[in-house]
Structures are given as structure tokens and as C-alpha cells.
């Protein structure tokens, strides 16, 4: 991941601690634990307690728009907080409200429910069913639907997501 690439996630990280979290939840800047393939292993601290993630840019990102943010597929460890592999996925525009995004790794689909730029599973068992994916495959398709009726296909390589994964469990020691 591009060192430009870097300071946008730890941008997103830190406002996703504030506004997810209690106002005075404040997060150090992530450092980078490794990269392999296509994928990037962080940690930060926040609240004194440790978080790791993993994160990934598509490869292509296709449809009918002018203008998009950052696009990034995670997957977070907080320990502190006794969850582990949770999917997000930032997708660069504000979703049509109510809309479903659909996450397609190899032959594996999976429903996320989305709000505002940012879309999740339902439920932990769901999350970790797509981190497993995502550790053993090799591609996977994310279809959103914009707020302005835009269609969306962003492609992802798999390649280093496993040890991007060993990485973050290693370092939050779940």
C-alpha cells in the first residue's frame, strides 16, 4: 500500500473513533505492522486499548460516476471490546438509504446491510464467514448502489489477505 495510501486510512480510522465512539474517544495514529500482497496490517491504540485491522483498495472500480472518494474493504480486531473480524467496507459515496451491498470472494455471496458511506454484516457470524473468505480466496466483488442511482462493481485482489490477517490476530491476540 502506497505511503499516501497509509494517511488516508489512518484519516478514516480516526474519524470512525470519533463519530462511532463517545465524543471523547480519542485514537493514536495507526502504524503500519506489515504488507503483503495486496493487503496492509495496522494497530493503534485507543482508549488505551489496542485495535488492529486490515485494509485493502480495489484493483478496478467501475461504474457510471463522475467523482468518488476512497474505497477501502477492512476487517477490525478490538479485543478490549471482544470482537473480532469485523468486515466494513468504506465505499466513496453515500448508498442509496436502505439498499443492500452485496460481497461476492471466489463462490461465496454475502449480504451487507449499508448507511451513509460505510456498509457491515448483520451479525458476528456473518463477519467472520467473510473474513475467512477473504483469507483463502483469491477475488472478491463488492455491488453498491449510490444515493444518486449509480451502480458500483469494485474488484479486489485476495493476495496477502491471509497473512495481513495472521498479522493483526498475531498483534491483538485474538
Not at 45 to 51: L, Q, R, Y
Not at 66 to 78: K, P, Q, S, V, Y
Amino acid at each position: 500500500m502506497k505511503h499516501t495510501e497509509f494517511f488516508r486510512i489512518a484519516l478514516l480510522v480516526a474519524l470512525a473513533a470519533l463519530l462511532f465512539d463517545t465524543p471523547q474517544a480519542m485514537a493514536d495514529e495507526p502504524r503500519l505492522i506489515e504488507t503483503s500482497g495486496d493487503w496492509s496490517a495496522y494497530v493503534f491504540m485507543e482508549e488505551g486499548k489496542k485495535v488492529c485491522y486490515m485494509a485493502s483498495q480495489p484493483k478496478k472500480a467501475e461504474g457510471d460516476y463522475t467523482r468518488r472518494g476512497d474505497i477501502f474493504a477492512l476487517i477490525t480486531h478490538r479485543p478490549g471490546e471482544s470482537t473480532k473480524d469485523v468486515f466494513s467496507y468504506i465505499t466513496g459515496y453515500s448508498y442509496k438509504p436502505g439498499s443492500d451491498v452485496t460481497v461476492t470472494i471466489d463462490s461465496n455471496k454475502f449480504t451487507l446491510f449499508s448507511q451513509d458511506d460505510t456498509a457491515w454484516a448483520s451479525d458476528a457470524s456473518t463477519d467472520g464467514k467473510i473474513s475467512q473468505s477473504i483469507r483463502k480466496g483469491s477475488k472478491m466483488v463488492v455491488k453498491g448502489m449510490s444515493s444518486r442511482g449509480t451502480q458500483t462493481t469494485d474488484t479486489f485482489s485476495l493476495k496477502g489477505s491471509g497473512s495481513a490477517h495472521d498479522a493483526i490476530s498475531k498483534e491483538c491476540g485474538t
